[in-house]
């Protein structure tokens, strides 16, 4: 399974930007797929996860100003991310699992290579 993750840059506060993943090497048809990012200094962070039906999770406080969702014929997910703010600086990695759920502490199998996002105030 190869994730392959774009779309990442620098943007104002107030920005937006959507990100892409990209899967290959197998049918993605019962993975959830999903981001997490790393700020520097700080521990990784759960963003956003959606399954196969398009059920999403997001994490805490994130949900509103940040949108995910999946092309399942295209093997892609995105990230829309509206209203960026400098603490949403970090490097934005997706992620895969096979899985039909979304657990609470989710640990994702697949990991891609990560999109650095910075956002100047």
């Known amino acids: 399974v190869q994730l392959q993750a774009s779309g990442g840059g620098l943007v104002q506060a107030g920005g937006s930007l959507r990100l892409s993943c990209a899967a290959s090497?197998?049918?993605?048809?019962?993975?959830?797929m999903g981001w997490f990012r790393q700020a520097p200094g700080k521990e990784r962070e759960f963003v956003a996860a959606?399954?196969?039906?398009?059920?999403?999770r997001y994490g805490d406080s994130l949900k509103g100003r940040f949108t995910i969702s999946r092309d399942n014929a295209k093997n892609t997910v995105y990230l829309q991310m509206n209203n960026l703010k400098p603490e949403d600086t970090a490097v934005y990695y997706c992620?895969?699992?096979?899985?039909?759920?979304?657990?609470?502490?989710?640990?994702?199998?697949?990991w891609g290579q990560g999109t650095l996002v910075t956002v100047s105030s």
């Open positions: 992620a895969a699992e096979n899985s039909l759920s979304i657990p609470i502490q989710w640990a994702p199998d697949y």
């Open positions: 090497g197998r049918t993605f048809s019962s993975f959830v």
């Open positions: 959606i399954r196969w039906s398009g059920i999403s």
